[in-house]
């Protein structure tokens, strides 16, 4: 029920990205079917049902004796999840498993399978790691506090961790990790997008109908508009854009007619292929040309030099890929063919955009108002502005990420703080035995926060370490099979350090908080 209520703003946040990339839509809050209902209820009972199941097999082979003494001993078996040589394999396998490719279905969706393989034995194997590094970490610490009474009866308590202290360091870690590594996903998509936008975005003018509020939508400017657009004495440069939509046999893509030598002139692009031959910008030699989008590459599986056959309302065109491009704002991929081969195979020459170039000392704004009064059904926008809006749409894609990450570790810390709960519960009559020595209740507490920042301190930084091969991977497997964008890796340092500052931070108060109820529990009632 949270989930459907957080849901309602969601769901408005998302409509505004889906209605800049995709296609429009008016969806204004969130609905709940029976069978969303049944299914989300199944998964948290089949979930309990399996992380109980474990348990409950260990506690039925446990002699009765150790059972109905008061306050047993904790028994701390070695399991298989309980070895750091379980942690290596697991880790090693996930990233064997970055060298498949992803699933590919009909119509050129594909689905990463082996990356989010990959992403979940690399956060379970730091788990299985992070529970081993507190017995280390304690074993070599226990020497250096030993003057200290709260330092090292914390120390003490997980030289041998148990269960639970592993289980609160793994959660800490899968949560760090996972938010980290969307951090550093994040980082290198905004590095990557402002580097492209600075080199796409050259011009001074960008104009479509005012109808075009969507990636999908087929408002087009006609010609005798976008003719006497051009025809402004401020206007030094042009480019009309057209694009139509192809179906070609591994899925449906982009086919933009676009004057080529503009791009060369106003707008280098961004290489990944650069064409070889200068063919490519000479309208009279480059009809069996075109450029593609590197989303078009890894969909459809091709490379320079490779053959396509478009189909055109004048027959199918054999073409061959001459350069392949960097783009970041269509993930089905694009065909760029010169302009006049593209009227000449649809026999239209309505503009789907339009970019203009103005000559020096003309202000853009000025023109702008010019042209939206003599053409109150263009939109058109500065190059300012358009920059501003794809950095706006970028955050605002990403926003629901954040506050999902941020409530996984606030989910987290709270369960830390339950796990030291729990263990408290079980030293009832420790506790009765310290406060019996003299031991003060912020003594107690003081130990159980060392407790509990140490754990902290494992998870922390465990899932800062895993985080950087979790962002690789998202950048480099999973990003790339699904979308077929390459991006420059960025690590946010800065970022990092916080998460893991305010995570170390949150758990140590969480700990002293549990201690200070565990310090005057009494020993002889169940709680």
Known sequence: MLGWAGAQGAVRLVGQTVNALYYATSARSASMSLGELLGALGLALGSAVVAGWLPSRSAAATPPAQILVRNPPQIR??????????????VCLGGLLTLAGPLRLEGGTRIPVAGYLAALLLVLGGGVLAGSALGMLARIGAPWVRRFPTLHLAITHLRQPSGRHRLAAAGLLCAVAMTAGMAILVASFDRTMRGWIERTFQADLYLSSDGAQSASTQNRIS????????????????????????????GD??????????????????????????????????????????????RFQVDSGDTLVLPTPTGPKTVTIAGVFSDYGNERGSVVVDRRHFVKWFGDEMASSLILLLKPGAADEGVRAELRAAHPGLQILTNAHLRREVLRIFRQTFAITYALEFIGVVVAVAGLGMTLAAVLLERRSELTTLRALGMAHGEIARATAAEGALLALVGGVGGIGISLGLGALLIFVVNRQTFGWTLQYTVPAGQLSLLALLVFVSGTAVAYGVGRWGAVLPADREE
């Open 253 to 298: 893509t982009m086919l933009v007619g676009a004057e080529l030598g503009f791009a060369r002139r106003h707008t280098p692009l961004a290489w990944r292929n650069e064409p070889r031959d200068d063919a490519i910008w000479d309208p009279g030699l480059n009809e069996g040309l075109v450029l593609v989008s590197e989303a078009f590459l890894s």
């Open 223 to 250: 010609a005798e508009t976008w003719r006497a657009v051009t025809s402004h004495p401020a206007v030094a440069d042009w480019n009309v854009i057209q694009v139509a939509e192809l179906v070609l046999p591994g």
């Open 77 to 90: 078996a070695r399991s298989f999840w309980s070895h750091a040589g379980t942690g290596l394999v697991l």
